[in-house]
């Protein structure tokens, strides 16, 4: 069993970031979109905490373009068709709200 | 075999419509006899404290819906023991009897044992 | 259910929206949908909610130099006969209401009309047993 975990807020002075990682399965993935793709700013404490974590990470790659950031090698750009295959591959698709 | 649906409800009761509208998805699924489960994850477990006076901001009292939904068929309540203890709220003295506590990987196994989640 | 069984099979989604027009999740929403039908798969329903049911206000006024939500749901709904369903509870307590409803309470403003129906929550949970895929939009 595995979940596909969707955020889209900016981690900082929001908590999803946080509670998400805490109940993380092994199997499940996270996806960054949105706001949330300031988690990749290079030198942060949520990139550092991301980069330690090792989760399955991927990331919109319309929100990195947009925001000038680029993809970590322990994360993975996808675009809509990848984002539609990844929410296949998972049991379940948990949108943090 | 229906399909069942875990909502993790993150808002505080008046912080909005998220609350209400999260258990009136709950109590819909309950009327039409479905299997629900109901988290309070962050701030969702401000929903449980007891002595709320709603009307002190005129605002509809939760908690009533709460204590209804057994009557909907909805008995599997559950709480994070993390977002209760960074709240400092007891467990011990919810508003709500009957409600699961706990933790981290367990809620994580939780959300592995329910078909769809919504996180509200 | 392995994954390897359901790649290259049509999947149903059911995909909930929760945020605003203006909201950069209900874009995102619109291109996820467009993107499920073209990898080939159905979309089950369309469920507003919360703020979501301002997607189907035909009264919103988009800036010309601006994308227009509202209506590229409304053309992308028809155009696939996609069955779009407005939360009828959420749309009331946000002013979003079809003829029926605007007769009912005496309002002069209509703003739901075709291809969106207000309907109750039974809907979504309807979607959501029929569907594959649960797929949530909002927030951020």
Redesign the interface.
């Known amino acids: 069993?595995?979940?596909l975990h969707v955020l889209?807020?900016?981690p900082f002075g929001d908590?999803r970031l946080a509670?998400c990682l805490?109940?993380?399965?092994n199997q499940?993935a996270l996806l960054l979109?949105?706001?949330?793709t300031y988690a990749l700013q290079p030198g942060s404490p949520p990139f550092e905490v991301l980069q330690a974590a090792g989760v399955n990470l991927f990331v919109?790659a319309e929100d990195l373009q947009a925001r000038a950031l680029d993809t970590p090698d322990w994360a993975e750009a996808i675009?809509?068709?990848g984002?539609?295959?990844l929410?296949?591959?998972?049991?379940?698709?948990?949108?943090?709200? | 075999m229906a399909k069942s649906l875990l909502l993790i409800s993150r808002q505080a009761p008046w912080s909005g419509p998220g609350a209400r509208e999260a258990l009136d998805i709950v109590l819909a699924g309950g009327a039409f006899d479905l299997p629900i489960g109901l988290l309070f994850l962050d701030d969702g477990v401000f929903q449980l404290t007891s002595g709320q006076n709603a009307k002190a901001v005129q605002q509809k009292d939760l908690s009533a819906n709460l204590q209804a939904l057994p009557m909907f068929g909805v008995e599997d309540l559950f709480l994070c023991a993390a977002s209760a203890a960074e709240r400092g709220i007891a467990t011990d003295a919810l508003a709500l009897g009957e409600v699961k506590v706990l933790t981290a990987p367990d809620i994580a196994a939780l959300i592995d044992r329910y078909d769809q989640v919504i996180t509200l | 259910m392995a994954a390897v069984l359901l790649i290259g099979s049509v999947m149903k989604f059911a995909i909930a929206l929760f945020s605003a027009a203006h909201a950069p999740s209900s874009r995102r929403a619109l291109l996820f949908a467009q993107a499920a039908l073209a990898s080939g798969h159905e979309i089950v329903r369309l469920f507003f909610y919360q703020d979501g049911v301002y997607n189907a206000a035909s009264s919103v006024v988009t800036p010309q130099d601006e994308q227009d939500l509202p209506q590229q749901w409304r053309a992308f709904v028809s155009d696939n006969r996609l069955d779009g369903v407005v939360c009828i509870a959420a749309a009331l307590r946000r002013g979003v209401l079809n003829d029926e409803e605007a007769q009912r309470y005496q309002r002069s403003a209509v703003s739901v009309e075709a291809p969106w129906a207000l309907s109750g929550l039974g809907q979504l949970h309807d979607a959501i047993q029929d569907a594959d895929r649960l797929i949530c939009f909002g927030g951020a």
């Open positions: 069993m595995s979940t889209s807020h900016s908590n509670s805490r109940l993380l399965g499940d979109c949105g706001d949330a919109l675009n809509y068709s984002f539609v295959e929410s296949i591959e998972h049991d379940k698709v948990n949108t943090w709200l």
